[in-house]
């Protein structure tokens, strides 16, 4: 089987490092695909790319036809009842491509998944096909990866495109930020890391969840003041992971809210 711990590697004990992490040090590592695709996937783990002799297919498939809002918690309630390990969004130009890899936890998954195509997400029906590891690990590398700017060089990798959102320097900063995109399985101590300037405690950081258990990629963090919100909004765009968050001044009754929805 396979698990978000896995699907990329592990570096050991139950640090709550995830998937998507696991694709930045993919590329980390130096040389992406000069190193062995096997290596990385199953190396630490004791996994093995095949079983009794026989090659273990890499269990991804690649959807199309997404709606251009879906995000990755549409993907995975469109799924619901398999062991998604991860999704990956594609963009071209800064702008989501509708297309997306879905891994699973065992190739048996795949042929599961399959029976979901074209099915609707919303208004639009998708469609799912099966994939290969490395047009998974070509699409990670996209994701990550800099443009190259108009001379040809590489430049700094433009955050990904949504949709748009009211100016936040005009709002108003109470001393709690939302922030969105986060890895599924970011927890409370990777976000006191990503603010450790600002000294909060756990009891500051309130990460939302769906009704049943899972991750929204959205969490709340309580500051001191108003004045701590707003200077840790430099760090919008940041990375947690390999996903760029958002950053969005909010308020307390949001907060309570989206925890009450959680329930």
Known sequence: MYSRGTVLGSRGGSDGYEASTKRQRLLDSGSYFGSSPDSLLYGVSGLSSSYLGQPRAFPVVRLRGLPFNCSESDVWEFFVGL????????????????????????PMQVDLALQKNRQNMGRRYVEIFRSKKLDYYH????????????NGQSGPRTPP???????REELEHTGVLKLRGLPFSTSKRDILEFFKEYDLADENVHIVMHTDGRATGEAFVEFSGAGDAKSAMRKDKMTIGSRYVELFPSSREEAVRAAARSR
């Open 83 to 106: 062991d998604v390990v991860d999704v990956l969004l594609t963009h071209k130009q800064g702008r989501f491509s509708g297309e997306a890899y879905v891994v699973f936890g065992a």
């Open 139 to 150: 699409a990670v590398a996209a994701e990550l990866s800099e443009p190259k700017s108009g």
């Open 161 to 167: 495109r949504r949709r748009s959102s009211p100016d």
